[in-house]
């Protein structure tokens, strides 16, 4: 399967939520496919962890010259994705498609993704116990679906495809609002950022000056120091659990870290 | 691609956990779907109705449950929103009117007890036979709204002998928006005024350069198609735009489009800028002018009417139709325009009739006048907005025009002022030379199915004829949407008593200006009923409840009113049945006919039905459609295929023409108008001068009150979140909605962040808000200050407040615990002549709740 990417279009969004109401809904309905509820009862649960897609919103400048950014929060579905690397069970692979899934079933909530992820993309759901992140859709892609967010927008601000594909059709819509608006607009994560997280799989057209008011990193990166504390304990834990010795450590870790996310708490803005 | 079957994908994960080995992780994939996990599913048409717009779209049915919406890609403009991708969440509503009721406590309590259908229909059956035995139905109102059973319920009332069915548009377009076109371009009399649908244009969004939002961004009162579908073109078009609002909306744009802060209600005046720049720079299309409006009537100086008129009969594709034929001037003298080859379009006359000289001069010449004192210098005083901006907007204008517009708005009521500002933004259009052009503002056009059937006409006349006679102040009234007057009625009497109201879907108390006195009207009626598949404020004071289905769980007529360039053909099919006790409203009006008409009446109009069902319907739609061309007949399809999900287009025109104004022109100086004012004028009417012709400023209430507002003074206004409804209740307790609704701070008012920091207030306090009039009507609210707010303005959004007095907190589950409804404690006022209601148009000021 060729490799799909993303674009989201800043210029023509509408705001409109449409792509992130339809993510949550696609949720919920992969929840009634594998049988654990039926839409009618679990659209009457709010389930955050289901909204993949996040708006972060945040004002910019002083009245009167002031304008509110809704930046959209979401895994970029990383080439060299850091959670994939770091999680200690494999519990995260890469589809044939590009897309970056943690299997839930084998997900133990060690939340060692949320540290390697430079983009504080996964969640940990206190009531499950487990890390979410955008699938990508795969199971939709994977057969001729596009994905939820992309099917939803009625403006074309987001668009789906070959990466060739999408990224001339990004960089043409990018030329054309640079020649009408007079202001630059750049095609964030055309190209490679760093080797980090290699090539994004989810691409943005936005005005140059723009790229921190819609948190977009180009330089996404978590130094070792902030993970490798938490790759040797996994690896230390993998070991005895290999072992069968004492599964008894491996549990006090999990509680211990899963009480440490709970401190953190919901750190997003509004 | 590794195909896994869940068994074997189970395993897997647990041996990943167990049994791998730190150096080479077992993966862990997950489950592959395949197409048969997909393909169980069933598609079922849909016409949403999560807001009024009827938008095309596909049902997913997987178990019998709809587990998601899509939208009907049959369409160039299909799209849905994130309201009807969230559907299910008001479908699957643990809060929907699960069986009928019947009230056991006060009026307003939300008490009731379970009650059978044939109990609550048999009641309210009773109840309009007792009326009819005295002969007095006229006293029971129905008041539908889109989720009703269109073709079925207003002829039911109207076969049964009441003349009052009422619409809702009082409070959103009524008459305002209607006026404030049709009086221009025209539109067929609906009791002596020009009535053309507020539907009827379009910006041209896809190919404007530029283009200017006030009144309405349509990102947030987002009618997806086609309105946001064309403006999401219109952006990646690269159209510029510049949004004139007090509060700045991120779904006009965030990185480009020009915010200018406005003080509300102040829109009068920042339009009479731009016309005086157009005028004063030549800024208008003068050719344009000259070929398609009535710029160049001499207008007599003293009354505003034009000099010297006739009647001239016309042939226009085959029909004869009355011309009104006006004096102009031309290089060979003054002569009728249907003889004159090229007339003046400025320019001050005398003339000699009968003997008399009469002062005259161009209808353009009066306009040019008359604005010449809205200087942008003036203008910034009255609006904060810097005089450069004005000159500057206007020059923009100019340099795209034609491709350029004014938007032209949306739930128009909402200041004194607001027909004024309609006619405004429809002149400026028509000047600039982009009304009915590529770029600026076009016609939609739109397809006629048949009637199902002719009802006899009622032997009472309405509440809004009456209205429309005797009280000059209602002079522009719509005659279909009164329900505010109707709330006049009530209180008053005149000019009859009302008895029984059937509310089919209308939220009166939630959506009106001034819940408490119309409240007060309600508590005077002998019963109230309400259809609705959602509570809401209205329902609380309901005597007898029945339960509505959505539109997802009933079959409905042929629609072709949408909001589109095209003319469009689709229909709602049933995607499940009817849930919990709730019944279609078809059923229940068939019901309801059957229980109260005599048997031969119900045969006459409503056995077909009882026996053919929705077919009887469809096929009687469907027998003849007018309004197309021949090409386009030609591409209709069988009505099989519409029921099968088909939804069918027709072609796009552009084309500048006046549809029925006296003149056949468009009318840029109104004869409507002109007319009304000197009449009015003749009877000494103290607001003779909003129905002036020309480009006259006509102020707000608020600022006939209060030039300027105290520290702590705000005026309420209002827009739409694009998750949020404005019509109903479908939004307001889903569960679907909540986490974004969280995140965009759907339930707080937003004021501006100087103006807050000066009166103490931090963000995420608790306000009182009060109307200054009504000091003791109060509405908390948490605040959020904002550097996107005008510092004269409250911001909330449209519908999210907590009901009134809070109530409906105890009866859905997510609706907001506190929250700023302005009806609730707003004026019970009326705009002048329309009788809209001027639903931001009062002061209120806050406090610090502690």
Redesign the interface.
């Known amino acids: 399967m060729k490799q799909q990417i993303k674009c989201y279009d800043t210029q023509a969004c509408i705001r409109c939520f449409a792509c992130m109401i339809n993510c949550s809904v696609e949720n919920r309905v992969r929840l009634q496919r594998e049988g654990v509820m039926n839409v009618e009862q679990s659209v009457q649960a709010t389930m955050p962890h289901f909204n993949y897609l996040t708006p972060i919103r945040k004002e910019i400048g002083v009245y009167p010259n002031a304008r509110q950014v809704t930046a959209f929060h979401h895994c970029n579905h990383c080439e060299n994705a850091p959670c994939q690397g770091i999680c200690p069970t494999g519990a995260i692979t890469t589809r044939s498609g590009g897309e970056v899934v943690i299997n839930a079933k084998a997900c133990i909530g060690c939340q060692s993704c949320g540290d390697a992820c430079p983009f504080d993309v996964p969640v940990y759901s206190k009531e499950n116990g487990k890390a979410y992140k955008c699938t990508g859709c795969y199971d939709r892609v994977e057969n001729g679906l596009k994905q939820s967010c992309v099917e939803a927008c009625p403006t074309l601000a987001m668009f789906s495809g070959n990466a060739e594909n999408v990224i001339e059709e990004a960089k043409k819509r990018a030329a054309l609002y640079t020649e009408k608006t007079g202001k630059k607009y750049i095609v964030y994560g055309a190209d490679k950022l760093n080797d980090y997280v290699g090539h994004l799989k989810w691409i943005t057209i936005v005005e140059e000056t723009e790229l921190e008011a819609y948190k977009l990193d180009t330089k996404p990166e978590r130094t070792l120091m902030q993970w490798r504390d938490t790759a040797k304990v996994a690896g230390a834990v993998m070991t005895v659990a290999v072992a069968l010795g004492t599964t008894a450590h491996f549990i006090y870790w999990l509680d211990k870290r899963k009480k440490k996310i709970a401190e953190k708490g919901n750190s997003h803005e509004n | ?1 590794s195909k896994t079957s869940r068994r074997d ?2 395993k ?2 647990v041996g ?7 150096l080479t ?11 048969v ?2 393909g169980v599913e069933k598609k079922v048409p849909l016409l949403c109705r999560m807001c009024a717009q009827f938008c095309p779209m596909i049902a ?1 049915v ?2 019998g ?7 009907n890609m049959d369409t160039p403009y299909g ?4 309201r ?3 559907a ?2 008001a479908l ?3 809060d929907r009117i699960k069986t009928p009721l019947i009230r056991v406590g006060e009026r307003g309590e939300g008490k009731f007890r379970k009650a059978s259908w044939d109990e609550v229909l048999d009641l309210v059956a009773g109840k309009l036979k007792a009326i009819e035995a005295e002969n007095d139905q006229k006293s029971v109102a129905f008041l539908p709204r889109f989720n009703s059973a269109q073709e079925l319920d207003s002829n039911f009332f109207k076969v049964y002998g009441t003349p009052n069915i009422i619409g809702y548009g009082d409070v959103c377009f009524g008459n305002g928006l209607t006026v404030g076109l049709s009086a221009v371009v025209g539109g067929k009399l609906a009791s002596g005024v020009p009535d053309q649908s507020t539907g009827s244009v379009s910006p041209d969004y896809e190919n404007a350069k530029y283009g200017i939002l006030l009144q309405r961004n ?2 947030g009162a ?1 009618v ?1 198609h086609a309105w ?2 064309m ?3 219109g ?4 159209m ?1 735009v510049t949004v004139v609002d007090p509060r ?1 909306p ?8 020009n ?1 200018v ?1 406005i003080r509300p209600g102040t829109d009068g005046p920042f339009l009479l800028g731009l016309m005086h720049e157009i005028f004063k720079n030549n800024y208008f299309d003068s050719a344009y002018l000259a070929k398609h409006t009535n710029s160049d009537m001499l207008i007599d100086v003293k009354t505003g009417l034009p000099v010297q008129t006739r009647q001239l009969e016309k042939e226009v594709k085959g029909k004869k139709e009355e011309i009104l034929d006006y004096l102009v001037s031309t290089e060979q003298g003054f002569m009728f325009k249907s003889e004159a080859q090229t007339s003046a379009l400025f320019g001050s006359f005398t003339l000699d009739i009968e003997g008399k000289s009469v002062a005259c001069k161009t209808a353009l010449e009066m306009m040019k006048e008359e604005v010449k004192f809205f200087t942008p210098e003036w203008v910034q005083e009255e609006t904060s907005i810097p005089a450069q901006n004005i000159i500057d907007i206007s020059k923009k204008l100019n340099d795209t025009k034609p491709a350029c517009f004014i938007e032209r708005g949306y739930r128009s009521e909402r200041y004194a002022s607001s027909l004024r500002e309609k006619l405004l933004i429809t002149q400026i259009n028509v000047l600039l030379g982009a009304f009915g052009v590529k770029g600026g503002v076009f016609y939609n056009r739109s397809v006629k199915t048949t009637g199902y059937m002719h009802a006899p006409k009622t032997k009472d006349t309405s509440i809004s004829q009456w209205y429309l006679k005797n009280d000059i102040n209602s002079n522009f009234m719509s005659d279909k949407h009164y329900r505010r007057t109707w709330i006049k009625t009530l209180l008053s009497e005149k000019p009859y008593k009302q008895r029984v109201a059937i509310f089919s879907g209308q939220n009166i108390v939630g959506g009106s200006a001034g819940s408490r006195e119309i409240i007060q009207g309600l508590q005077k009626l002998e019963m109230i009923v309400a259809i609705s598949p959602f509570l809401n404020e209205t329902i609380m004071y309901a005597d007898i409840v029945m339960p509505d289905c959505t539109f997802m769980e009933r079959d409905e007529a042929i629609n072709t009113s949408y909001k589109t360039p095209i003319p469009t053909i689709g229909v709602n099919r049933k995607a499940i049945e009817p849930l919990y006790e709730s019944k279609d409203g078809y059923w229940i009006i068939l019901q309801l006919a059957k229980r109260t008409l005599k048997p031969e009446l119900f045969e006459q109009y409503f056995g077909e039905f009882e026996r053919e069902g929705m077919m009887s319907i469809w096929k009687k739609q469907y027998s003849k459609l007018s309004g197309l061309n021949e090409a386009e007949m030609a591409t209709i399809p069988p009505l099989e295929s519409i029921l099968n999900g088909r939804v069918w287009v027709g072609e796009k025109h552009y084309g500048i023409k006046a549809k029925g104004t006296p003149t056949g022109k468009i009318e840029l100086y109104s004869t409507f108008l002109a007319n009304k004012k000197a009449e009015f004028t003749e009877k000494g009417f103290d607001k003779a001068d909003y129905a002036s012709p020309l480009p006259v400023y006509n102020k707000p209430f608020w600022i006939q009150q209060k030039a300027k507002l105290s520290n702590n003074e705000f005026i309420p206004i209002t827009g739409f979140h ?2 949020g409804t404005f019509t109903g209740q479908q939004t307001k307790n889903n ?6 609704n969280e ?3 759907t339930d707080a008012v937003f004021i ?3 103006k807050g920091k000066a009166l103490k207030l931090k963000t995420n306090d608790i306000v009182e808000i009060i109307n200054i009039d009504k000091p003791e009507m109060m509405n908390k609210a948490r605040v959020v200050l ?4 005008h ?1 004269d303005a409250l911001f909330c959004y449209y519908g999210t407040g907590a009901g009134f007095y809070n109530t409906m907190t105890h009866f859905l589950r997510n609706v907001n615990k506190i929250g700023f409804n302005p009806n609730h404690i707003a004026n019970f006022t009326f705009n002048p002549l329309t009788t809209g209601q001027p639903a931001q148009d009062f002061i209120v000021s806050i406090r610090k709740s502690v």
């Open positions: 691609m994908f189970l897997g994960a990943s956990v167990l049994g791998g080995s730190i992780k077992t993966k862990a994939e997950a489950a592959t779907v395949t197409q996990d997909f997913t997987r178990d449950r709809i587990v998601r919406m899509e939208a799209g849905i929103c994130g009807g991708r969230a299910m969440g699957y509503d643990p349509p990102g987002l997806c946001g579908n403006f999401g073109r952006k990646r078009n690269g510029q700045k991120s779904e006009a744009g965030e990185t480009d489009a915010w802060p694009p998750l569960t679907l909605l909540q986490t974004i995140a965009t701070n501006n962040r100087e904002s550097d996107t707010v510092p």
